[in-house]
Nanobody
Framework: QVQLEDSGGGLVQAGGSLRLSCVAS????????LGWFRQAPEKEREFVGG???????NYSDSMKGRFTISIDNAKNTVYLQMISLKPEDTAVYYC????????????????WGQGTQVTVSS
């Protein structure tokens, strides 16, 4: 099975940028579809977007334009680049892995990173 480790979160001012990383170990990412999710306090885990090893991505409609997902197969790492951040983007961000396509439903994922906190100040 694969283990995932999320990192790159932090405190940033509104309008700023962050790049999150999800490093896989145990298995190669090419065996999985990867999804990025976020969860704000008292809210359900929300799909940001996903990617497969070929680089094909899918995004939540509300995330298109400011969020970009990429994969580095050599480093076994998936990235989430976020720009023009807003206070409402504040959440814990998680990467998840599953077979087949990166589903928008969090409960369809089998493996999760521990999450990384992103806080956007106004």
């Amino acid at each position: 099975q694969v283990q995932l480790e999320d990192s790159g979160g932090g405190l940033v001012q509104a309008g700023g940028s962050l790049r999150l990383s999800c490093v896989a170990s145990g298995r190669h990412l090419s065996d999985y579809a990867l999804g990025w999710f976020r969860q704000a306090p008292e809210k359900e885990r929300e799909f940001v977007g996903g990617i497969i090893r070929s680089g094909v991505t899918n995004y939540s409609d509300s995330m298109k334009g400011r969020f970009t997902i990429s994969i580095d197969n050599a480093k076994n790492t998936v990235y989430l680049q976020m720009i023009s951040l807003k206070p409402e983007d504040t959440a814990v961000y998680y990467c998840g892995a599953r077979r087949s396509w990166p589903s928008s439903s969090w409960y369809e994922y089998d493996y999760w990173g521990q999450g990384t906190q992103v806080t956007v100040s106004s």
